[in-house]
Nanobody, 118 residues
Framework: QVQLVESGGGLVQPGGSLRLSCAAS????????MSWYRQAPGKERELVAN????????NYADSVKGRFTISRDNGKKMVYLQMNSLIPEDTASYYC???????????WGQGTQVTVSS
């Protein structure tokens, strides 16, 4: 059974940090590119960051560049999102996604809530 389970969300003050984790199971994790998406109330889901299957290539949304860092541990089947210098606009539900290119397969987690507020 495929599972992506996010954790690490919560309430944090502006300027603070959080580290999100996503635990994968039920598929060959090292063959999948991994991404973090987020969705704020009333807005579309947007890509935050992604990392290639081997971990060598990463990409970030402009809004988080220099503040967020995506990483993965293929041995532990984990992907992380380190979020620093958080701002209220980062408030959203954060989702982990696994993508296999050929054939195209996608898996989503259930999400974890991040709230940035004083």
């Amino acid at each position: 059974q495929v599972q992506l389970v996010e954790s690490g969300g919560g309430l944090v003050q502006p300027g603070g940090s959080l580290r999100l984790s996503c635990a994968a199971s039920g598929f060959t994790f090292s063959n999948y590119n991994m991404s973090w998406y987020r969705q704020a109330p009333g807005k579309e889901r947007e890509l935050v960051a992604n990392i290639a299957s081997a971990g060598g290539s990463t990409n970030y949304a402009d809004s988080v560049k220099g503040r967020f860092t995506i990483s993965r541990d293929n041995g532990k089947k984990m992907v992380y999102l380190q979020m620093n210098s958080l701002i209220p606009e980062d408030t959203a539900s954060y989702y982990c996604k696994a993508t296999h290119s050929y054939p195209r397969v996608e898996y989503w987690g259930q999400g974890t809530q991040v709230t940035v507020s004083s």
